[in-house]
């Protein structure tokens, strides 16, 4: 079984940073991908940014530049430092992790709102 806890959300003003934290428990080892989607109301949920085993990562257009993924295989946990945050990048922010065996899993999500 294999569990992610979130952390770091918030209201942060335009402009602010924000980092989020998702820590792995479980059976989980040096899992092949693991990162951040995210959710607004009403679109469909979106990648963020994830980081393959090798450590190479891949960002959506939207935050390039912004945002930084950090992933620890030693904690089993992956960050997302949010820079320069605009009112779109308001969403629910869910941690993935696609683990060996193969299966995606995620987090519960945990609410980053910009707004002045």
């Known amino acids: 079984q294999v569990q992610l806890v979130e952390s770091g959300g918030g209201l942060v003003q335009p402009g602010g940073s924000l980092r989020l934290s998702c820590v792995a428990s479980g059976r989980i080892f040096n899992p092949f991908v693991m990162g951040w989607y995210r959710q607004a109301p009403g679109k469909a949920r979106e990648l963020v940014a994830a980081?393959?085993?090798?450590?190479?990562?891949n960002y959506a257009d939207s935050v390039k530049a912004r945002f930084t993924i950090f992933r620890d295989n030693h904690r089993g946990a992956v960050d997302l430092q949010m820079n320069s945050l605009k009112v779109e990048d308001t969403a629910i922010y869910y941690c993935?992790?696609?683990?060996?065996?193969?299966?995606?899993?995620w987090g519960q999500g945990t609410q980053v709102t910009v707004s002045s």
């Open positions: 993935n992790v696609h683990a060996n065996d193969n299966l995606h899993y």
């Open positions: 980081v393959r085993a090798d450590g190479s990562p």
